[in-house]
């Protein structure tokens, strides 16, 4: 699993920013979608032992025992474009995804 720098920097902006507490930006994917299989994002205080940490420039990047499953291969990023600013997530190991990106099938 890749964390990207420009993902990494924008967690430590928005931490900064939103003077959130938190110690980490946990990814997850969960049922649901137009395709099977949903992707999420929060941030976090509390890290498992069995969770999976990647850190990049001091960012942590967390994902439970059971997401890494379907995130072992996946690029975690940021980008800004004239469609607008989010993180994005490109996952080789996913079959099919919707239009938005944000639901695919394994």
């Given at each position: ?42 941030f ?11 850190e ?15 995130l ?35």
């Amino acid at each position: 699993m890749i964390f990207t720098e420009n993902a990494a920097e924008r967690v430590k902006e928005i931490i900064t920013e939103e003077k959130e507490d938190a110690k980490a930006l946990r990814v997850f994917v969960q049922g649901g979608g137009c395709h099977g299989f949903s992707y999420g994002f929060g941030f976090e205080n509390d890290i498992a032992g069995d969770d999976t940490v990647i850190e990049t420039n001091d960012v942590k990047l967390v994902v439970d025992s059971m997401s890494i499953m379907y995130l072992a291969e996946a690029t975690i990023d940021f980008v800004r474009s004239l469609e607008g600013e989010r993180f994005t997530i490109d996952n080789p190991s996913s079959r099919t995804s919707c239009g938005c990106g944000s639901s695919f099938s394994m």
